[in-house]
T-cell receptor
Framework: SQQGEEDPQALSIQEGENATMNCSYK?????LQWYRQNSGRGLVHLIL?????REKHSGRLRVTLDTSKKSSSLLITASRAADTASYFC????????????FGAGTILRVKS | DTAVSQTPKYLVTQMGNDKSIKCEQN?????MYWYKQDSKKFLKIMFS???????INETVPNRFSPKSPDKAHLNLHINSLELGDSAVYFC?????????????FGPGTRLTVT
């Protein structure tokens, strides 16, 4: 079964607005990562947050992790048309050591 | 220069055929991966090699056989193709097998089996 599940499946916003995507997972993790996939392209790593961290920032990206709720959120502030892409969370499961498990992604569309 | 490249980008073939997808990385990484992305966008790992040695072998049909001739290359050969093999296949690489290291993905190969 899929480990990470993103919510919502699709999100459409206006340029300049903030976009929030959520990821829930089922079992204990070592870390959680977010990746972006532009249409027809490969995935690009955005940010990693470890299980002992609660929040991390990178530019306009803010990631939070709540291990008690087994969930993470990705916030993109002041969105741009170029942020239009699919966003995936990927978890490193504690019992599976060296494997990343990806969710199905959130499709973000930023309208200019 | 492209960091992780795959060929071909598109592959259309008939059921029962055998096909190969090639992947090359010029990042000097030790670890390479094959992922399959289905029509619902789920991305699932298939194989991983570290220094030419197989380290992850997920439950995939044995019609799929990876081969790593050297650290910079990881090819995927698929025998007796089936309709369900239609998907986008991504190659990726990372500095080492520890998943905390960033994975760099290729552009994908869209395989369509008719």
């Amino acid at each position: 079964s899929q480990q990470g599940e993103e919510d919502p499946q699709a999100l459409s916003i206006q340029e300049g607005e903030n976009a929030t995507m959520n990821c829930s997972y089922k079992t204990s993790i070592n870390n959680l990562q977010w990746y972006r996939q532009n249409s027809g392209r490969g995935l690009v790593h955005l940010i990693l947050i470890r299980s002992n961290e609660r929040e991390k920032h990178s530019g306009r990206l803010r990631v939070t992790l709540d291990t008690s709720k087994k969930s993470s959120s990705l916030l993109i502030t002041a969105s741009r048309a170029a942020d239009t892409a699919s966003y995936f969370c990927a978890t490193q499961l504690m019992e599976y050591g060296n494997k990343l498990v990806f969710g199905a992604g959130t499709i973000l569309r930023v309208k200019s | 220069d492209t960091a992780v490249s795959q060929t071909p980008k598109y592959l259309v073939t008939q059921m029962g055929n055998d096909k190969s997808i090639k992947c090359e990385q010029n990042l000097g990484h030790d670890t390479m991966y094959w992922y399959k992305q289905d029509s619902k966008k789920f991305l699932k790992i298939m194989f991983s090699y570290n220094n030419k040695e197989l380290i992850i072998n997920e439950t995939v049909p044995n019609r799929f056989s990876p081969k790593s001739p050297d650290k910079a290359h990881l090819n995927l050969h698929i025998n007796s193709l089936e309709l369900g093999d239609s998907a986008v296949y991504f190659c990726a690489s990372s500095q080492n097998p520890d998943p905390t290291y960033e994975q760099y993905f290729g552009p994908g190969t869209r395989l369509t089996v008719t």
